[in-house]
């Protein structure tokens, strides 16, 4: 009977140990996916930010180009690098649509900035903007720091999220921390369960056997006083 107990003991824990592991094995996997997501989003949110920051030293290149080749039309450097800067910033704006086509707030915010772009484009390519004249200066200062503050606006969005995002990704990783140590546990305490039960067992096995040593012991030592007394 003790021996059925024992095993039934053993069949229990065994049991619920693993029927724990399960659970928190479960929980941990899905910890270390809600981690790596965080960790993507924090990811895609330097990236966002990284173009952002791309675009507005861009747009301040075509706005030094531009001056340089309105003071001196005949420098064709000033052009090329306008040219260049322009494309590189159509590039990053397509880069930032795709970004950001998750954010319903960010995708308006740059599309005015989209707008303001080509409308700033529109006003170099007037005739009467190629002269350099304070007017002119005063106009174009006032559209590039339009779309300049736009841009800044949206950076600040996007430095709110990456806080956020980097909150939520150092929670998520504490959590898996928890869940592998409390693993580790149950795993260890499975283990000091299993080593206790096999140890009682042989206790009280070699008590067993101890006391049915000491039995046959006695009763040897009563057939030896039985064949003395009788004779056979």
Known sequence: ???ISAKSKVNLIFILGISLLIVVGVFTYR???KQAEDSDWVTHTYQTINHLENS???LQKMHVAQRDRRVNPLNKNSTKEFT???KQLE????TLEQLMADNAAQTVHLSRIEDALQAILR??????????NLKTINDESTRINAIRSGIDKMISIEENLLK???ATQASAFRVAAITILISMAIAILIASLFIYL????LKQRQATQKELSLKLDVVSKLNDEAEQKTGY
């Not at 590039?91 to 397509?94: F, G, N, P, T, Y």
């Not at 006003?123 to 350099?132: A, M, V």
């Not at 096999?198 to 067992?201: G, M, P, S, T, V």
């Open 1 to 3: 009977m003790n021996s």
């Open 31 to 33: 910890t270390f996916l």
């Open 56 to 58: 507005r030293h861009l």
């Open 84 to 86: 260049l800067a322009h």
């Open 91 to 94: 590039a990053q704006i397509k």
């Open 123 to 132: 006003f170099w390519s007037l005739p009467e903007n190629s002269i350099h």
């Open 164 to 166: 956020e995002r980097q």
């Open 198 to 201: 096999i140890l009682a067992e």
